[in-house]
């Protein structure tokens, strides 16, 4: 309906998409009922769900205790790449990638046949705390073991394997816990002291310097352990080939009417074909990227960079 997507459809058009259908849904099922216009509510749509992924995402950091504006965004997948640019300038990222150019959206696959195998053990014993150092030993041997099997079952030979401790904590009568990574050194008789004031650092770190109360008491719920195995062989990426220059006009596929923004309306914007976009190739918004699976939409105000492997990076000007 906003011409972000090609009435050709994806896969090259083997997929092909229905506008009278898309039409016919929006005016019934949303404009209708607003008091709309087709195109406003295909339009409000399109910005409501920006706006979401926005929420999410931020909901997401923030609790974590970070601000979204210190990292870069990664977009993969069907829909990362085709709305990351409309929500990540309200989160205050500075740079979006598109990882990988055409295979995008087969991202997540990729990393789950590149990534080494990881494997966790809990065990749930809720206490207060600190507890003795015999208690967490005995605790921890139990879920070494129990990663041990688990390991074995692969019937891989591994190349290393790293294992890496956790607590969930929280204050008495709280229902959240937060998990606290334990040092990789023995247990001692200070151990359940300094596992606290990691703890605390951390809580006070998320919601704020003071908001502690150790006067409340610490309780101890779920103990855990995890195993990074590796499989002893690197990821190797080919490079992409170097454009001439960062005129991207040889992947230029077409020129279509494309609404991105409701103050702006439809706009003629090229489009253009990831296969042929070439390192070095610049793209100026507002722009289409066609990809045989999804679509990345470069907004008025963003410009993006085609890298040596292939990533598209998008930054706001």
Known sequence: MLGILSERGLLGGRKPLRMDLA?????????????????????????????????LLRRAVVQAGYDPRDFVAYAFGGAGPAHCAGYCRDLGVAEVVVPLGPVASAFSAYGLAASDVAISAELSDPSAFPVDHTVLESHFDRLEADLQRALDRQKVKFHDVTLQREIDLRYSMQVNELAVTLPDTEFTEHTGEEIVERFEEQYERINGSGAGFREAGV????????????????????????????????????????????QIGFVPTPVYDYARLRAGHELVGPAIVDVPTTVVVVPAGVTGRVDRLGNLVLRYQ
């Open 219 to 262: 309780q101890v719920i779920t103990y855990r352990m995890r195993a990074r195995a590796g499989l002893g062989f690197p990821v190797v990426l080919p490079d992409i080939p170097e454009a001439d220059d960062a005129d991207p006009s040889a992947a230029l596929l077409e020129e279509r009417h494309v609404c991105l923004d409701s």
């Open 23 to 55: 039409r016919e849904a929006i005016r019934e099922h949303v404009a209708e009922p607003l008091g709309l216009t087709v195109d406003e509510a295909a339009i409000a749509i399109h910005e409501v769900q920006n706006a979401q992924a926005g929420d």
